[in-house]
């Protein structure tokens, strides 16, 4: 074989080398991206279903039936401005919110707004969610968009006529509604700033328990005071740090305790509503994040 | 002499009151405040057993007792809810009465429920206690979810 030949056929196997290599690397390279991205989408979606239980998510949009389709909506919510039905908040396109883009999820935690550019009526309580982190919001959309879809179409809601259009929302909103998110309070701890972000804002206390006033505008300088209008026959109480009213007899390790089993310091077992909070959401909590809750709400004025 | 009388007479009247077999002539409102009674009795005997449960107080084999008082009384729930029985200032709703397979199934689940805590307190095992106490609180509170009012 000539030199030069040689030469050639040798370059090209080098080349030949070189593309493989570089090629093999580049596929390793998107293997990995592959693999860190699934990671990263796993993480999301794990936190989001801790989340779905700090948001208090299922409560209000799973029916109250022994055999509901979880997070498929239907589920009644008697207020003094009529009942509302939760819709399905599974990834179903057509019924559900399968067809959310990332922004029109956060849209409608943050301003009430639906993807159609609708007003939510207060009932969905973006009031409370909208001091909700994107971060956070994403996760429980990661997680959502992770549950098998349910076709479930709403149902309408059985309001009184000055409340049947959507403007009506919208009135209310401008006169009722802050949108904003939480900032943490440097003059408090850690714990009580991750409780008071719970509370206040996932967790979404203040819509049950915070009196309001006759248009339904929560009265935050009465913050978790108690709500005798409550919810249909049920009266919201008193849960601020007021010994007589509130649970101010009550010590930290009594409420995170209750929050985890249900159980008040006399050895009495709650029902009705707030047994439906305990076993849906506040027991899968960690211990931390309800002794977070439990310092902020002994922080509340009496 | 005559004062010695009035006591043989008196504890002869309180022990025929007592008589094994005797049927009482029970009232609705005797029924109701029977009713409260033994669940107040519960509460006494689960809010006593959950500080044990939690480590917050230590255990002179108290535990046992409190336990067993749990599972006598959540067996004697059945009896509690005699038709009629809800006169007064009553918590229990409309719902046991109209219910009563329902209503069986809950109070059933109660007794085992305190049956099985108890019988973990025996065995000493604390992950077992933990987990069974747990299952009474849930028995407690299904219940008191669909068959009390709301009393807060």
Redesign the interface.
């Known amino acids: 074989m000539p030199t030069t030949t040689r030469l050639r056929l040798l370059s090209r196997i080098a080349v030949a080398a070189i593309v493989a290599v570089v090629g093999a690397g580049v596929a390793l390279a998107d293997v990995a991206d592959d693999v860190a991205k699934q990671a990263s989408d796993e993480d999301q979606v794990a936190a989001g279903r801790y989340l779905i239980h700090a948001g208090g998510c299922i409560t209000c949009h799973t029916e109250d039936t022994v055999d509901a389709v979880p997070l498929a909506g239907g589920r009644a919510m008697e207020s003094p401005f009529g009942t509302f039905y939760s819709p399905n908040i599974t990834p179903d396109v057509e019924t559900g919110i399968g067809g959310w883009s990332d922004d029109e999820f956060v849209e409608a935690f943050w301003n009430g707004v639906s993807p159609e550019g609708e007003h939510y009526f207060p009932a969905f309580p973006y009031t409370s969610y909208t001091g909700a982190t994107r971060e956070d919001l994403l996760a429980i959309k990661a997680y959502l968009f992770s549950l098998e879809s349910v076709s479930m179409p709403a149902r309408e809601h059985d309001l009184p006529f000055f409340m049947s259009s959507r403007t009506a929302a919208g009135l209310w909103k401008n006169r009722y509604f802050a949108a904003g998110r939480f900032t943490a309070d440097p003059e408090q701890s850690e714990e009580w700033n991750r409780g008071a972000y719970l509370v206040r804002h996932l967790g979404h206390c203040g819509e049950c328990h915070t009196p309001r006033n006759r248009f339904g505008k929560l009265l935050q300088e009465q913050e978790l005071a108690g709500n005798p209008e409550g919810s249909g026959?049920?009266?919201?109480?008193n849960i601020t740090a007021d010994p007589e009213q509130g649970i101010g007899r009550w010590s930290i390790?009594d409420i995170e305790?209750f929050l985890d089993?249900?159980?008040l310091?006399?050895?009495?077992?709650?029902?009705?509503s707030?047994?439906?909070v305990?076993?849906d959401n506040t027991s899968h909590l960690t211990r931390e994040d309800r002794l977070a809750i439990a310092t902020y709400l002994k922080s509340l004025p009496k | 002499m005559r004062v010695k009388i009035a006591v043989c007479v008196c504890s002869l009247t309180v022990g025929l009151g007592v008589l094994p077999g005797a049927v009482a002539e029970t009232t609705a409102e005797d029924a109701k405040d029977y009713r409260t009674a033994v669940m107040t009795s519960l509460r006494g005997h689960i809010g006593a057993a959950s500080m044990h449960v939690r480590g917050l107080v230590d255990d002179h084999g108290f535990l046992a007792r409190h336990a067993e008082g749990l599972a006598n009384g959540a067996a004697e729930l059945k009896h509690l809810f005699a038709a009629g029985s809800d006169v007064g200032e009553s918590e229990a709703l409309p719902v046991i009465w109209e219910e009563p397979d329902e209503f069986a199934k809950a109070i059933e689940k109660a007794e085992k429920a305190t049956q099985a805590f108890s019988a973990a307190v025996e065995s000493g095992d604390q992950e077992a206690i933990g987990a069974a106490f747990r299952e009474v609180g849930g028995a407690c509170k299904g219940c008191h979810d669909r068959f009390r009012a709301d009393n807060d």
Not at chain 1, 233 to 237: F, L, N, S
């Open positions: 026959d049920e009266k919201m109480p390790r305790y089993i249900g159980m310091p006399d050895g009495d077992f709650t029902g009705g707030m047994g439906a305990i076993d």
